[in-house]
């Protein structure tokens, strides 16, 4: 039942599109992204992970499987580059 009204919530909401344009610098990357995140998905990861930074890993994780083609997840981009740096590809 909630996870019904998170995915319908998920695609109905309007995504920034700013960061389809161009690709996010690092500090907007590291900046805090919850913006990303519809305001129930929030409120339960805040009372499931005490964490803020994998509260918004994990919720955008879960924006970006729902709706794969509308936003680049600031989180995701910048773990995926910090990979191909660290690993090489």
């Known amino acids: 039942m909630v996870s019904t009204l998170i995915a319908a919530m998920i695609r109905v909401m309007q ?4 960061y389809t344009d ?3 610098t690092t500090t907007e990357m590291a900046s805090d992204n ?6 129930l998905l929030h409120q ?13 890993s994990i919720g955008q ?3 970006k499987a729902t709706c794969p083609r509308s936003l680049v997840a ?3 981009l910048g773990l995926g ?8 590809s």
Do not use: A, E
């Not at 919850?34 to 305001?39: A, E, G, L, Q, R």
């Not at 339960?44 to 918004?56: A, E, H």
């Not at 580059?81 to 090489?88: M, P």
């Open 34 to 39: 919850s913006v990303v995140i519809p305001p």
């Open 44 to 56: 339960l990861f805040s009372c499931l992970i005490m964490c803020k930074t994998k509260q918004n």
């Open 61 to 63: 994780s879960i924006v």
């Open 81 to 88: 580059l910090d990979l191909d740096l660290q690993r090489g």
């Open 74 to 76: 600031p989180l995701l």
């Open 15 to 18: 995504h920034n599109t700013v």
């Open 22 to 24: 161009h690709y996010s």
